[in-house]
Nanobody, 118 residues
Framework: QVQLVESGGGLVQPGGSLRLSCRFS????????MGWYRQAPGKHREWVAS???????NYGDSVKGRFTISRDNAKGTVSLQMSSLQSEDTAVYYC????????????WGQGTQVTVSS
């Protein structure tokens, strides 16, 4: 049973930075494309960023140039460094294994809340 545990969220002022982390408990992490998603209040969950097993990265247009996804295969973690945060980035952030372009594979974890506010 794969578990996804996100952490690192919090309250940050506009323009600030946060680093999210996701721990993947399961086998074959090194072989998987992983990604981050987010769900803002009243909105559908959306894909944010992804990283392949070969560390190729891709980003949604709204976060391109501000967010950086990375992975540590030895630790089984995937991280999201977020900079120049805006109020529009306020959401619960989730990680997941990705199949295809952006499709999540597993049941969602609890997520981590990011609130951008002055």
């Amino acid at each position: 049973q794969v578990q996804l545990v996100e952490s690192g969220g919090g309250l940050v002022q506009p323009g600030g930075s946060l680093r999210l982390s996701c721990r993947f408990s399961g086998r074959s992490f090194n072989d998987y494309k992983m990604g981050w998603y987010r769900q803002a209040p009243g909105k559908h969950r959306e894909w944010v960023a992804s990283i392949t097993a070969d560390r190729l990265t891709n980003y949604g247009d709204s976060v391109k140039g501000r967010f950086t996804i990375s992975r540590d295969n030895a630790k089984g973690t995937v991280s999201l460094q977020m900079s120049s945060l805006q109020s529009e980035d306020t959401a619960v952030y989730y990680c997941n294994r990705i199949t295809g372009e952006h499709l999540p594979v597993y049941s969602w974890g609890q997520g981590t809340q990011v609130t951008v506010s002055s």
